[in-house]
């Protein structure tokens, strides 16, 4: 006998991670993992720490001067790194 539901194994294995509420911390790993990826070299120089909380991004910079800049430049961010993922993982991000 045949089933008719051939399904491909990253698709079993993303129902696995969903049925078990690891699809979500997965998807924020990869996230803090992209940021620089994402931004450069030279932003990931300056960065401190990186983390999510409640679909936030903080992010702690050591340049006062570039964190202004990249507040101004947050939408944007977040579309990047939300590409990067695959999936809309964050909805805002915090500099500090």
């Known amino acids: 006998m045949f ?4 399904k491909s194994i990253g698709e079993l294995i993303l129902k696995n991670l969903r049925a078990q509420g690891l699809e979500t ?3 924020q790993k990869r996230l803090v993992e992209a940021w620089p990826e994402v931004m450069g070299e030279m932003i990931a120089g300056y960065t401190q ?7 936030t ?7 006062p001067a ?12 977040v ?17 500090s």
């Open 3 to 6: 089933r008719k539901e051939v």
């Open 25 to 27: 911390p997965l998807q």
């Open 49 to 55: 720490a990186v983390y999510i909380r409640n679909q």
């Open 57 to 63: 991004l903080h992010v702690k910079l050591s340049n």
């Open 66 to 77: 570039l964190r202004a800049d990249l507040s101004m430049m947050r939408t944007e961010i």
């Open 79 to 95: 579309k990047k790194l939300n590409t990067a993922v695959g999936s809309q993982v964050i909805v805002e991000i915090r500099f």
